[in-house]
């Protein structure tokens, strides 16, 4: 199984950002999106069920941030607008089974992208 993160950047207070993720080697019932800014411990973002019909977004994001995700093409995107000094950070794409009851720890998926920065000045 691999996840491959793309999308991340630079990019103005106010401004957007789209992340991308390619899964392969597996399919996979929920997908997710955390973020780890430095010397802070990584944190939810948003996530996603396999059908799409289902996500939870972070308080923090909420309004601003969408996940979607392309089962045909394997993917899932996160949409980032009106971004924030404070939504920087390396952002990772995670891949698990099970439900979206438990889909906000770290703990509750099973595989993980290699990150991709989002940096965002003021």
């Known amino acids: 199984v691999q996840l491959q993160a793309s999308g991340g950047g630079l990019v103005q207070a106010g401004g957007s950002l789209r992340l991308s993720c390619v899964a392969s080697?597996?399919?996979?019932?929920?997908m997710g999106w955390f973020r780890q800014a430095p010397g802070k411990e990584r944190e939810f973002v948003a996530a996603i069920n396999w059908s799409g019909g289902r996500t939870s977004y972070a308080d923090s994001v909420k309004g601003r941030f969408t996940i979607g995700r392309d089962n045909a093409r394997s993917t899932v995107y996160l949409q980032m607008n009106n971004q924030k000094p404070e939504d920087t950070a390396v952002y990772y794409c995670?891949?698990?089974?099970?439900?979206?009851?438990?889909?906000?720890?770290?703990?509750?998926?099973?595989?993980w992208g290699q990150g991709t920065q989002v940096t965002v000045s003021s």
């Open positions: 995670a891949a698990g089974y099970g439900g979206m009851v438990f889909a906000a720890t770290a703990t509750d998926y099973n595989y």
């Open positions: 080697g597996g399919t996979f019932s929920k």
